[in-house]
């Protein structure tokens, strides 16, 4: 079974600050994706990346950035932190092969106070 | 407006009842169809896709794609309490690598 992790997987950060969301993934997949879901919009696509170095805007990129250090890791960073961003955010990653099925990581729950 | 919908938002059906949920498509650039599930506090997981026209099955749970309409089904029979989640429909082109998710279907089994 294809392995994300995330890391951490609760935090509470304060308005302003910074916060960095960790994802790992040991099925050499070239692409990742970042997600966050909250109730009444479903999942939303923040960045994605098509593998090391690559990094690219999905629906609602603002407020985020990304980064894609190697093929394993990939980062989302909220520069400033504010309270529209508390919800559950989720990791993914996937390639052509299935169809691109993507495989989830199990999830970080931030509160922004 | 979400590209993709579904339907019902929520669904109560009986333990060993049919649930069968709805999932249309309003961007034509699509082609194949996944559904995924998520039980509560869990992330999601691949339950079945579909590429072409027809009718899968896989247990107790079976997919419909009509490709002209952009829509897809999903029916589980004998339905068990453990099938209570929220169940995700995804749509993408078959050249990308972008999921479309809609906001899901929750059901609910009841004993």
């Known amino acids: 079974e294809a392995a994300v992790t995330q890391s951490p997987r609760n935090k509470v950060a304060v308005t302003g600050g910074k916060v960095t969301l960790s994802c790992n993934q040991t099925n050499n997949h070239n692409n990742m994706y970042w997600y966050r879901q909250d109730t009444g919009h479903g999942l939303r696509l923040i960045h994605y990346s098509y593998g090391a170095g690559s990094t690219e805007k999905g629906d609602i990129p603002d407020g985020y950035k990304a980064s894609r250090p190697s093929q394993e890791n990939f980062s989302l960073i909220l520069e400033l932190a504010t309270p529209s961003q508390t919800s559950v955010y989720f990791c993914?990653?996937?390639?052509?092969?299935?169809?691109?099925?993507?495989?989830f990581g199990p999830g970080t729950r931030l509160t922004v106070l | 407006q979400q590209k993709v919908q579904q339907s019902p938002e929520s669904l109560i059906v009986p333990e060993g009842g049919m649930a069968s949920l709805n999932c249309t498509s309003s961007?034509?650039?699509?082609?194949y169809f996944w559904w995924y599930r998520q039980h509560s506090g869990k992330s999601p997981k691949m339950l079945m896709s579909i590429f072409s026209n027809g009718e899968k099955e896989e247990g107790r749970f079976t997919v419909h794609l009509n490709k002209a309409s952009l829509h897809t089904s999903l029916h589980i029979r004998d339905s068990q309490p453990s099938d209570s989640a929220l169940y995700l429909c995804a749509a993408t082109k078959s050249s990308g690598n972008k999921l479309i998710f809609g906001i899901g279907t929750l059901l609910s089994v009841k004993p």
């Open positions: 993914a990653s996937g390639d052509g092969t299935g169809g691109w099925e993507q495989y």
């Open positions: 961007d034509r650039n699509v082609d």
